[in-house]
C-alpha cells in the first residue's frame, strides 16, 4: 500500500509540473505597420523577418504557442489608432510590435500601455519616448531616430567632410535625423530641405545643392523619393562629385535595381549590417538567402531579434501573465542579436555598435561594404531624461 501511494504522489507532482505550460494560454501577439500604401514593402520585409525567426521557434515564444494578428495601420496616426484598437477590443493581444512609423508609434503607445500591454518597436524610436515619456511597457529594438545620423555626423566630422546639405522629408522621423546628423558634424552646413514624402520632381532643390557646392549630401528620403532623388542627381552630373550620406535605405536589397549605380559610393549607416561577422547574423543571413533569394535588409534583421527578445523573456518569466516578471525578463535582453553587442538602456533603447557601409559593385551587383564604426557600445542621448 505504501508504495502504491508513494508511486501516487510522485505521478502526481510530475503532472502538477507540466500542468502551468500546458495550461498556459497562447500568447497574443500584435503586428501592426504599413501593409498598403507606398511602404507597404517595408512592411512585408519585416514580415519575412518575423515569420523566419517564428518558424525556427516553432511559432512558439518560450515554448507557449503564438498567434500572430495582423494589422494595416497605413501611414497615419488616425489609421493606426482604428487598427490597435480591432486588436486590442476584439482580437485581445497581449503584445503589439511591428510599428514602422514616429507619428503612428507616439499616437498609440500609452493607450495601449495604460491597459497593461507591451509595446516592441521593431524601426521607430521617436524621441519623447527615450526621453521624458519613456514608458515601463514600451522598448525598442532598433534606436533613437537620431542615432543612425548622429553616426554619420561623427564619421563625416572624422573623414574632414567641410561642409554638408541636408535634405529630408517633412516629417517626425525625417527632422528627427537631421537633427542627428547636425549634432554631431562639426563642418559647415549650407543648406537644408523638407519636402513632402510623396514628392518626386528634386529639380528645384538639386538646383540649390548645385549652387551650394557642398561637400556632401546628407539625405533622408526613405523609399522612392530616395531613388528619384539619386537618379535625378546623377542625371545632373553631381553623383561623384558631391558625396551622398545617409541611413542604409538610402540603397539596399529593395532598391539596388531601381537606383543603379547611382547608389555607388554612398556612404549609409545603421547598427546591423548583412556583412557583420557574427554566427547568429551568418545563421539568419543565410536561412533569409534560402528562402527570399537575397539579403535581408535591416526591418527584417530587426523583426527577428524582437522575435527572439521575446522568447527569452518568456521563457525566462515562465510566461506573460507576471507583468513584473516578464518585464524584467525584457530588460535584461538575454538572447544573441543578430548585431552582436546589445543590451538596454535603462529607457529601453538600445546600446549598440554603429557601422557605415559603402555603396560598391562585386561580381557586377550592387552590395555594402562595412568602412568604418564612429560609435561602439553608444547609448541614446535622450536616455538621461527617463526617470524609469
Known sequence: MFKKLAIGVVTLIIAGAVVPAQAQEKIKLGFMTPLSGPLTFLGKEQIMGME???????????GIPVEVIKADGRMSAATANQAVTKLVEQDKINILTGLLLSNQTIAITKPLTDKGIFVISGVS?????????CNQNFFNISWQNEQPSEALGKFMTQKGVKSVYAISQNYVAGRDHVAGVW???KGKRVGEDYVPRRHMDYAGEIAKIRFAKPDAVFMFLPGRGGIGFLKQ???AGLIGKIKVYGGSWVADEHSFKAVGDAALGAELSNPWWAQLDNPTNKAFVAAFRKKHGRNPVFYAAFMYDVINLLDSAVREAGGIKNKAKFRAALRKANFKSVRGS???NNNHFPIQDFYIGRVVKVNGKLTHKIIGKPFTAQGDRYAKLCKM
Open 233 to 235: 542627381m546623377s542625371g
Open 183 to 185: 549634432y554631431y558634424y
Open 52 to 62: 523566419l525567426a517564428l518558424d525556427r521557434l516553432g511559432y512558439k515564444l518560450g
Open 342 to 344: 546589445f543590451k538596454f
Open 125 to 133: 524610436g521617436p524621441k519623447p519616448l527615450a526621453g521624458s515619456k
